[in-house]
């Protein structure tokens, strides 16, 4: 009496998990934001009307463009949708060509802490004892370091003497380092949670070796978590990027919109769309990576698991 | 016979995304006053949810939608939520699988008998206080007053158990449920649990539905049995002439395929598997992995029907088969 | 020729109870879950290991599969050793293929993230025992041989009833020809009707694969069916030993009685006297000096409280611990009802 149904919707766990995502607003509503984002920030170079120098932020062949007030809820003038600066800036054209800095930024410090936090969680909660103790103190000590302090330090240090992809680099690895050690707690959780699962031990009486059950079994099952964790993680490496270039200690040789509202900073009062805008657009980011990750926490959370 | 409780065409459905899920789809039993009544099924039989329903605590996405229950001349579906909870408690009560999870760890066993007893009587504190410690005697707590003082957690699983009884029986009910309430405990000690609910129906006259899916529960303490399959009911007599003389295929197919502890068997597997509520199978849902089924199976719902002339003991039964008078069910 | 497949000699295992300092830690006391048992499992035959929770089964199948080290005695597999057969990692690897273990919940037992074909292959895998095209053959026999049909080989776990799963479970433990499979409450989780499915399925099989099982379970019926002998567990010594009949045909040890008694028979007119104990199962971790049932027996005696006794046998491969049994001091007590 069993039917047997020719074409079957896939039950693995990931198109589980893709259907269930596919129910979650929060989830495809973060998920849209995410893909205009990405699209404006890929295009953002190419579309941005008016050039823009970081250095110096004059207008090609213009100089002194005075401040073009912005009037709602008309735009006085269209040509400069998010107004200009007194420095000669385009705020739109300013936010389109900074927009994938920081996207590329949060993006890769994510995947950097994240493959540091595998690493060590897997490590740590498959070995245990000595090893996992000496680890997570390690790893205590990534966490309770004031990061922001010494991410200003090393920055003012070391990153005016970058070229510009090797200081996106460079902001990729120090955001990474001091992201990747709550990550690594919580994954060594996850792990731990896994290992205790009955299927582990009798993959063990199977004759399975070690590295196979840690590979096979339990990283596909904590993977998951992973991902969840790295949608939130992008989030705050955005966030903590922002505040290194908002608070001065950017390099100088790259635009991103932390550095835009550095700059403009002091002319808050006289032309606060310089500020408004690229910081509402780091929301936008922030909360496309937030969103996200509440969506992919709900497909797959093993609670609704069958 | 006036019954203590009776269910009349009960249907409790769960609305859940996958679909309905016809959880309990017009069950129909009665309990009679002072005899222990056994719900029989395995999972997805309904039974649990017959219970639920009985006590109007169905878990959303679930919702009774028919029938009647009628306890103390009154249908319990049709009072207001005020009322209900004058009899939880009170005039029913309910004891289940696990009584780690029914029991707070928070206060001592006094406490929370006090609190009980408070709550569904007139009593005073001082007053409460003394019947929690006959509460404690009745289920024959060896040292009350050392478990008075205990809190849950300090006392073994049987022990817990029967202060979940005494519990129960706070507000001196009328009818006990036990949603399977000997499964997560020993051999030895689940004994001396329905040993303790036997003296109960003795001594005190309780009437209790118990919930189970061990025949051999069912077997030694019940008088009365209901066999529940997939949501329905397969039928419903004493306990002598449902072990000995079963109407219905699957009451047989369980009977035969149940390994017995007094002589080994050849065990006779039922095929098949147990059917999605969802998406049941049309007609009779046992049909399927019964071995006698015909056409009308496949088609038709079996209706209740009487058959209180084969009753040998208790003078009432109950089939739902198409096929009963024709079938010799052979148990040996 | 029928030889001791394997063999528990006097095996103990103590979980300690450490208290925790900041800078120290202290083992406040031991849980002797498994506390000298010996136990020897012939080939092609059924051993039963029965008793309540606590009494330390489980763990002893564990030490028997070799997935926890006893802390003394001796597991001997096919006359080797099994402390030298797992510091050895061919040998080990070979001792893995020889003897498999299923467990009591089907669902947690096998990887969410696998396939049915996937779980199944594995062990072949893991042995090198065929691949390639060989490989997907392997295992759809493996798939015929427990009634599952090869579209099963696409599902996963979760889409599976319970006995399904725990045929792929079988499956598994088949798949590298093993000569001892260790069956821990295989069918404690599932429905009443599909036990029996299951049961006959490992009965056949073990006919046909020339199997022997160690049969784990606190469901004495089950146990009845299945086995060919039975040991009573209880707090982590074996307190009786009988070929299955004869156990439960003539119990002499108390705790054995009264375990019996207390099972309810599926049949209301087999009313038994039930031998009813007092008081629980005493904590594992200060067990009662002397016979470990002394608490608890009707038939205690002092030499009962001051010292412990051995299994001794009582005939026919009839073994019991007990002071009082050997000596006719027990009153019989029988589980056969007459026979049709």
């Not at chain 1, 079957?8 to 198109?15: C, E, P, T, W």
């Not at chain 3, 010996?38 to 089964?57: D, F, R, Y």
């Amino acid at each position: 009496m069993a039917t047997q149904t020719v074409r079957r919707r896939s039950a693995s766990q990931f198109a589980v998990a893709l259907r269930r995502f596919r129910r979650s607003k929060a989830g495809l509503t973060g998920l849209g934001m995410l893909v205009f984002m990405s699209i404006v920030a890929a295009l953002g170079p190419r579309i941005a009307p008016y050039n823009v120098n970081s250095n110096n932020l004059l207008l090609e062949g213009e100089t002194d463009i005075a401040p073009t007030w912005l009037k709602p809820p008309l735009f006085h003038n269209w040509a400069f949708p998010f107004g200009t600066t007194v420095g000669g800036l385009d705020v739109f054209s300013g936010v389109l060509v900074s927009l994938h800095v920081d996207m590329i930024i949060g993006v890769g410090a994510a995947l950097f802490a994240m493959a540091l936090a595998i690493l060590v969680g897997l490590v740590s909660g498959f070995y245990g004892r000595v090893v996992d103790t000496v680890l997570m103190r390690i790893t205590e000590l990534f966490i309770v370091f004031p990061a922001l302090l010494f991410l200003l330090l090393l920055s003012r240090l070391l990153a005016g003497r970058l070229t510009g992809v090797e200081t996106i680099l460079f902001y990729i690895i120090i955001i990474g380092v001091f992201s990747w050690a709550t990550n690594a707690r919580l994954i060594r959780g996850e792990v731990l949670r896994v290992k205790s699962l009955e299927f582990i031990e009798s993959e063990k009486a199977l004759g399975a070796s070690t590295s196979r059950i840690v590979f096979r079994h339990i990283l596909p099952n904590v993977l998951a978590q992973v991902v969840v964790l790295t949608s939130f993680t992008v989030a705050t490496s955005i966030l903590t990027e922002v505040a290194l270039f908002f608070l001065g200690f950017g390099s100088g040789n790259i635009l991103s919109l932390g550095e835009i509202m550095y700059l403009n900073f002091p002319y808050m009062d006289v032309e606060w769309w310089s500020e408004l805008f690229p910081g509402i657009s780091v929301v936008i980011l922030v909360l496309a990576f937030n969103l996200l990750g509440d969506g992919l926490s709900d497909a797959l959370n093993p609670k609704l698991r069958e | 016979m006036d019954s203590v409780l009776t269910v009349e065409g009960l249907k409790t459905y769960f609305y859940t995304e996958a679909g309905v899920v016809r959880a309990v789809d017009d069950v129909s039993f009665s309990v009679k006053p002072g005899t222990i009544h056994a719900l029989v099924g395995e999972s997805g039989s309904g039974k649990t949810v017959t219970a639920q329903s009985i006590l109007r605590i169905v878990p959303k996405p679930g919702r009774t939608v028919g029938g009647r229950i009628m306890f103390e001349d009154k249908n319990l579906l049709e009072l207001g939520e005020k009322e209900m909870r004058r009899i939880r408690g009170r005039r029913i009560s309910l004891i289940q699988q696990d009584p780690t999870a029914t029991l707070d760890p928070m206060f001592t066993v006094q406490d929370q008998l006090v609190e009980a007893i408070m709550v569904t009587t007139e009593l005073d504190r001082e007053q409460a206080k003394r019947k929690a410690r006959k509460l404690l005697e009745d289920v024959r707590i060896p040292g009350p007053e050392n478990v008075l003082r205990s809190y849950p957690h300090q006392l073994s699983g049987g022990m817990r158990q029967r202060v979940a009884i005494a519990r129960a029986l706070a507000g001196d009910p009328k009818l006990l449920i036990a949603d399977e309430p000997t499964t997560a405990l020993d051999v030895t000690i689940q004994a001396q649990i329905l040993e303790l609910m036997r003296g109960l129906r003795d001594e005190y006259g309780l009437s209790i539905i118990l919930i189970t899916h061990d025949l051999g529960i069912v077997a030694q303490v019940a008088d009365e049995v209901t066999v529940m399959y997939a949501g329905k009911v397969c039928e419903s007599a004493s306990v002598v002439d449902v072990f000995y003389s079963p109407l219905h295929p699957y009451t047989q197919a369980l009977l035969l395929s149940v390994p017995r502890v007094d002589k080994r068997v050849k065990l006779r597997a039922i095929p098949g598997n147990i059917p999605d509520l969802v998406d049941p199978p049309k007609g009779c849902r046992f049909h399927p992995r019964c071995p006698y089924a015909v056409e009308k199976c496949s088609q038709e719902e079996p209706k209740l029907e009487r058959a209180d002339y084969m009753a040998d003991h208790s003078g009432e039964r109950s089939v739902y088969c198409h096929r009963f008078r024709e079938l010799k069910l052979e148990v040996k | 020729m029928v030889g001791e497949l394997l063999e528990l000699r006097d095996v103990k295992k103590y979980f300690p109870l450490t208290e925790r300092y900041t800078f120290r830690s202290r083992v406040a006391a031991y849980v002797k879950a498994v506390d000298g048992v010996s136990l020897s499992i012939p080939e092609q035959s059924t051993v039963g290991l029965v008793g309540e929770s606590g009494c330390g089964k489980t763990t002893t199948a564990k030490i028997a599969a070799g997935l926890i080290q006893p802390d003394s005695g001796d597991v001997v597999f096919m006359g080797e050793s099994l402390a030298s057969t797992l510091s050895n990692p061919k040998a080990a690897k070979e001792f893995r293929r020889k003897v498999q273990l299923v467990y009591q919940n089907p669902y947690s037992s096998l990887d969410p993230m696998m396939t049915v074909g996937d779980i199944v292959k594995e062990p072949l895998v893991i042995h090198g025992l065929a691949r390639g095209g060989e490989l997907d053959e392997a295992m759809y026999s493996l798939l015929k041989k427990v009634n599952l049909e090869e579209y099963h080989a696409l599902r996963y776990p979760h889409e599976l009833s319970g006995g399904q799963r725990q045929r792929v479970c079988i499956a598994r433990a088949l798949a590298t020809q093993p000569k001892l499979v260790l069956l821990d409450e295989p069918v404690s989780s599932l429905d009443l009707s599909i036990r029996a499915q299951i049961l006959n399925l490992l009965m056949d099989l073990k006919e046909k694969e020339k199997l022997s099982y160690l049969y784990i379970s606190h469901d004495l019926a089950t146990v009845r069916q299945m086995c060919d002998s039975v040991a009573v567990m209880y707090l982590g010594r074996i307190v009786e030993y009988a070929p299955t009949d004869e156990l439960f045909g003539n119990p002499m040890h108390p705790y054995t009685q009264a375990l019996l008694s207390a099972i309810p028979v599926p049949d209301p007119k087999v009313k038994r006297k039930r031998i009813v104990l007092e008081g629980d199962v005493p904590n594992p971790v200060n067990p009662p000096a002397g016979c470990r049932f002394n608490t608890r027996c009707p038939y205690v005696n002092q030499v009962c409280r001051e010292k412990d006794q051995s299994l001794v046998e009582v005939g026919g491969d009839h073994w019991v611990a007990c002071w009082v049994a050997p000596t006719g001091g027990i009153s019989t007590f029988t589980l056969n009802t007459n026979p049709e």
